[in-house]
């Protein structure tokens, strides 16, 4: 004869679920931060260049205390235009600067599906577990 799970058995099995579930979810849609990657801060556009050439425009950002001309990806803007731009993680040496409007701060999507893909399989695995460790019921009498 099969042992019956009490109701606190599974009381605690749908609370693990349940758990796992809001973690998942959790995972998926908290925006993640992107500390020590880059940090957001105001350049002024010292030579502008047209959107119909191959160029950049260049612009003025103070990093560690220095101030730097570097190039930014993008055009179009006007001469002494203050633009918020996303610095590199790195700034020891060449780099170019991203407008903060045109980077997303939140994790990739693709990052944020393969979290829920790992949550997932971890939940199947975990089930599967659960199934084989129940004890299988006898279909043959003996007599």
Known sequence: MAVRRSPVTWGLVLLVVALVGLGTAVAVWWPLSGAGERIRVTATVVKPASC?????DQVE???????????LDGCGHRERESVDV??????????TV??????SDA?????????LMLC????????YVYLI???????????
């Open 52 to 56: 119909g050439k191959k160029e950049l």
């Open 61 to 71: 950002v103070t990093v560690d205390g220095k101030v730097r001309t570097v190039p």
């Open 86 to 95: 996303l610095l590199p993680a790195d700034t020891s040496g060449d780099f």
């Open 98 to 103: 991203q407008t903060a409007g045109a980077v």
């Open 107 to 115: 994790a990739p999507l693709s990052q944020r599906l393969e979290t």
């Open 120 to 127: 997932l399989s971890g939940l199947a695995g975990g089930f």
């Open 133 to 143: 460790s129940k004890p299988v019921p006898r279909l043959i009498s003996a007599g």
